[in-house]
């Protein structure tokens, strides 16, 4: 079945260039599904990095960050193999895939990819690039919330090089259990 992983929240990823803004396990905690054996034992791991140093003051348009989000199992997930933290997305009335689903192979396993646009109040559309993946013990998510990005046409977004950002996020905030 291959190496049993779980979820971690670094101070920094990629070698310093983005640090720990905000732990948001907390909300991620709160809203995981429960109600089945599986479920009542997952354990959430959620944060906001931000660019620092030289990579965030060359950012344009505020800054480069992301938002990371996931759930880690001692148990096999009954479900997998699906795409699990894309589904659903698209449940509140205010948002909606842009660019449809694209799936990627990087080194380290499969990514999943969407575009979605979602209506602020009063604020417009904002563009969010997510790209997700699963694995036996492990599902997480990974979406670009830098402001520059959110003013873009949801067809400008480069979502093999999200999904590349992606696989390096996965491959650090994932680690061997036990």
């Keep these: ?21 905000r732990d ?9 599904p429960r109600g089945t054996d599986f479920a009542d034992q997952l354990q959430a791991k959620a944060g906001l990095y931000t660019a620092s140093g030289p990579a965030a003051e060359g950012a344009e348009g505020g800054g480069d960050e992301f938002i990371f989000q996931g759930l880690s199992s001692t148990e096999p997930d009954p479900t ?13 009335p205010g948002v909606r895939v842009a660019v449809a ?15 979605h646009r979602n209506s602020a109040q009063g604020d417009g559309q904002r563009t969010f690039p997510m790209c997700s993946w699963i694995d036996p013990h492990t599902q997480g998510i990974v979406m670009d919330s830098s402001p520059a990005t959110q003013g873009m046409d949801p067809a400008e977004v ?12 996965r491959d650090e905030v994932r680690v061997p259990a036990g």
């Design 158 to 169: 480069d979502l093999k090089a999200f999904a590349r950002k992606t696989a390096k996020v």
């Design 24 to 32: 948001l396990t907390e909300n991620t905690e709160r809203d995981r």
């Design 101 to 115: 689903r694209r799936l990627f192979t990087l080194e380290g396993g499969k990514l999943a990819c969407e575009v």
């Design 80 to 92: 997998f193999p699906r795409y699990g933290m894309l589904d659903g997305m698209t449940d509140d």
């Design 1 to 21: 079945m291959g190496p049993v992983y779980k979820l971690s929240l670094p101070e920094t990823l990629q070698g310093g260039r983005y640090k720990l803004s």
